[in-house]
């Protein structure tokens, strides 16, 4: 069975850094597309970044310069190194695993950031 975990979230000030982590479990993730995604107030989830089985990485524009998102197959974890964190990156933030092609998409728990001073 699959499983997610995500940690790192809470609250920091603006201009700070928090780094996000998400442990897969279940499956051999080196596979798979990882990625991250943001939920805010009020708001739709939406991809943040994810990093292809090929290496290809992808930020959305409001991230780019700010936010590192990095994996390890050997223990089946991406992270997410935010910096420069502004009031807007305030949301859950989710892990997501998935495999083009096929059904396999998976999500985490979801962990919150607050971004406020």
């Known amino acids: 069975q699959v499983q997610l975990v995500e940690s790192g979230g809470g609250l920091v000030q603006p201009g700070g850094s928090l780094r996000l982590t998400c442990v897969a479990s279940?499956?051999?993730?080196?596979?798979?597309?990882m990625g991250w995604y943001r939920q805010a107030p009020g708001k739709q989830r939406a991809l943040v970044a994810y990093?292809?089985?090929?290496?290809?990485?992808y930020y959305v524009d409001a991230v780019k310069g700010r936010f590192t998102i990095s994996r390890d197959n050997d223990k089946s974890t991406v992270y997410l190194q935010m910096n420069l964190l502004k009031p807007e990156d305030t949301g859950v933030y989710y892990c997501?695993?998935?495999?083009?092609?096929?059904?396999?998409?998976?999500w985490g728990q979801g962990t919150p950031v607050t971004v406020s001073s």
């Open positions: 990093y292809g089985r090929d290496g290809v990485m």
């Open positions: 279940g499956a051999d993730f080196s596979i798979y597309t």
């Open positions: 997501n695993v998935w495999r083009q092609g096929t059904d396999d998409d998976y």
